[in-house]
């Protein structure tokens, strides 16, 4: 099988113009920091940014924003990371916001092959305005639809040679999603291991989600 | 004792033992520390994990550990690590017994906001809708009058709200008030040294006084 390990550089040379990226972590943790970091060095340009937090002062995400390289964000929270409020003031980038639940669910949706699904979240609120209103068993729903991004930075601490990921502890967040709702995943890793040398039991994500991985 | 802490001693007295229970940022992380020694409740924390524990400091502190504001947290026995998509199954699924929020207006009609003041920063609503939308009992925990001295309990939140009708209990350093669907805001509790008109005045909403009304004790 060919060899998924690949330098920062070639890695992050995945994403293009306009793509659309995903980007793992909660707050500070689970951030793939390396990946986004090699990114704002490049000169890729009008990206479309999925990540539930847009990270915080201290994360890359935050220099990737203050780099102009991002059109669009997608986002639940934006309060860790200034840059991101300071676009939906200025509308230098578009700024949309779920809920958090329903952002991973989008991306699980998008990752799970499905066409969307139906969520009571946001009824009544400014987050139904231009979704389609389903009614099941009396029960009035949004229709929510997928998400699927060109390419997903996601981090872990283990990886075996065939893309298996160990991920330890609440840096699962979004990584473990954003693993299933792209075209070419990349993993940012502290250690890579042989092939079986990680129990199949304490897999987090299955090495056939995952198409590059960069030791850091 | 200030406000917030009689308001947080309060709210703690709400869980019964072995509920599931999501703290919102800020005051209502505070209940965490007043919780009956005779109960016991499993913290969740919606990045992902059952069994939160008190914060990390020096060298007990894990970087992939932390809860939802952020915060370097440990872990108690029995507790699980899960991706954001279970955690908000958890959430959206009934599984928590109870949240606890914080509020800038609560109406009659168990109308909540809390998330976004027009023309001010706006952060997101990270978390806020799933949780009160799916968490069994919405507790909201919060000063009766924002900072201004006006009523935060009103007749109709003018705010953009974070959830419709799904308010079950509101906790003020005045009193504890149940919505009841369909008939409004119902007063349970008063706290000592406050009068009838007092709550009254404080408050836009209609509020009915409970035929059994307590005083409320921490």
Same mark, same amino acid.
Request: proline share 3%; glycine share 12%; aromatic share 4%.
């Given at each position: 099988?060919?060899?998924?390990?690949?330098?920062?550089?070639? /890695?992050? !040379?995945?994403?293009?113009?306009?793509?659309?990226?995903?980007?793992?972590?909660?707050?500070?943790?689970? +951030?793939? +920091?390396?990946?986004?970091?090699?990114?704002?060095?490049?000169?890729?340009?009008?990206?479309?940014?999925?990540?539930?937090?847009? =990270?915080?002062?201290?994360?890359?995400?935050?220099?990737?924003?203050?780099?102009?390289?991002?059109?669009?964000?997608?986002?639940?929270?934006?309060?860790? !990371?200034?840059?991101?409020?300071?676009?939906?003031?200025? =509308?230098?980038?578009?700024?949309?916001?779920?809920? +958090?639940?329903?952002?991973?669910?989008?991306?699980?949706?998008?990752?799970?092959?499905?066409?969307?699904?139906?969520?009571?979240?946001?009824?009544?609120?400014?987050?139904?305005?231009?979704? +389609?209103?389903?009614?099941?068993?009396?029960?009035?729903?949004?229709?929510?639809?997928?998400?699927?991004?060109?390419?997903?930075?996601?981090? /872990?601490?283990?990886?075996?040679?065939?893309?298996?990921?160990?991920?330890?502890?609440? /840096?699962?967040?979004?990584?473990?999603?954003? /693993?299933?709702?792209?075209?070419?995943?990349?993993?940012?890793?502290?250690?890579?291991?042989?092939?079986?040398?990680?129990?199949?039991?304490?897999?987090?994500?299955? =090495?056939?989600?995952?198409?590059?991985?960069?030791?850091? | 004792?200030?406000?917030?802490?009689?308001?947080?001693?309060?709210?703690?007295?709400?869980?019964?033992?072995?509920?599931?229970?999501?703290? %919102?940022?800020?005051?209502?992380? $505070?209940?965490?520390?007043?919780?009956?020694?005779?109960?016991?409740?499993?913290?969740?924390?919606?990045?992902?994990?059952?069994?939160?524990?008190?914060?990390?400091?020096? #060298?007990?502190?894990?970087?992939?550990?932390?809860?939802?504001?952020?915060?370097?947290?440990?872990?108690?026995?029995?507790?699980?690590?899960?991706?954001?998509?279970?955690?908000?199954?958890?959430?959206?699924?009934?599984?928590?017994? #109870?949240?606890?929020?914080?509020?800038?207006?609560?109406?009659?009609?168990?109308?909540?906001?809390?998330? $976004?003041?027009?023309? &001010?920063?706006?952060?997101?609503?990270?978390?806020?809708?799933?949780?009160?939308?799916?968490? &069994?009992?919405?507790?909201?925990?919060?000063?009766?009058?924002?900072?201004?001295?006006?009523?935060?309990?009103?007749?109709?939140?003018?705010?953009?709200?974070?959830?419709?009708?799904?308010?079950?209990?509101?906790?003020?350093?005045?009193?504890?008030?149940?919505?009841?669907? %369909?008939?409004?805001?119902?007063?349970?509790?008063?706290?000592?040294?406050?009068?009838?008109?007092?709550?009254?005045?404080?408050?836009?909403?209609?509020? &009915?006084?409970?035929?059994?009304?307590?005083?409320?004790?921490?």
């Amino acid at each position: 099988m060919k060899s998924k390990i690949k330098d920062l550089t070639e /890695a992050v !040379n995945i994403v293009k113009n306009g793509d659309t990226l995903m980007v793992g972590g909660f707050l500070q943790c689970g +951030q793939p +920091q390396h990946l986004v970091g090699a990114l704002t060095k490049t000169d890729v340009r009008d990206l479309t940014l999925i990540s539930t937090d847009t =990270g915080t002062m201290e994360t890359s995400n935050h220099f990737l924003l203050k780099s102009g390289k991002v059109i669009r964000i997608m986002a639940s929270y934006i309060g860790g !990371n200034p840059e991101a409020g300071n676009f939906l003031m200025t =509308g230098d980038a578009e700024v949309l916001l779920f809920p +958090q639940g329903t952002l991973a669910e989008k991306i699980r949706a998008g990752g799970a092959g499905l066409g969307g699904f139906l969520s009571p979240v946001g009824i009544g609120t400014v987050v139904e305005e231009g979704k +389609q209103k389903l009614t099941v068993d009396g029960k009035e729903y949004l229709l929510e639809l997928p998400l699927w991004a060109n390419v997903a930075f996601i981090k /872990a601490d283990k990886a075996d040679k065939a893309g298996n990921l160990r991920i330890h502890g609440s /840096a699962r967040n979004f990584n473990v999603l954003m /693993a299933t709702a792209a075209d070419h995943v990349v993993a940012e890793v502290s250690e890579i291991v042989e092939t079986g040398e990680i129990d199949p039991d304490d897999v987090n994500v299955p =090495g056939v989600f995952v198409d590059t991985l960069v030791k850091i | 004792m200030e406000s917030r802490e009689f308001i947080a001693r309060r709210v703690a007295r709400e869980f019964r033992d072995g509920d599931v229970v999501n703290l %919102g940022i800020g005051m209502p992380t $505070m209940v965490a520390n007043y919780i009956p020694e005779d109960i016991s409740v499993i913290l969740q924390s919606e990045n992902g994990l059952l069994g939160l524990g008190p914060r990390a400091e020096g #060298a007990r502190i894990d970087e992939n550990i932390i809860d939802a504001g952020g915060g370097y947290v440990t872990v108690l026995k029995g507790a699980s690590f899960f991706d954001s998509a279970v955690s908000f199954g958890i959430i959206r699924g009934g599984h928590v017994d #109870a949240t606890v929020l914080g509020a800038l207006e609560v109406d009659q009609e168990g109308n909540l906001a809390s998330w $976004m003041v027009p023309g &001010k920063k706006v952060t997101g609503m990270g978390g806020a809708m799933d949780l009160v939308t799916g968490a &069994k009992k919405v507790i909201i925990s919060m000063e009766h009058l924002n900072k201004k001295g006006e009523p935060k309990i009103l007749r109709k939140c003018r705010l953009p709200l974070t959830a419709r009708g799904q308010v079950d209990l509101i906790v003020t350093e005045m009193a504890v008030i149940a919505h009841r669907p %369909g008939s409004g805001l119902e007063v349970l509790e008063i706290a000592p040294g406050i009068t009838r008109d007092d709550l009254i005045r404080a408050t836009e909403a209609d509020l &009915k006084f409970s035929d059994s009304l307590k005083l409320m004790e921490v």
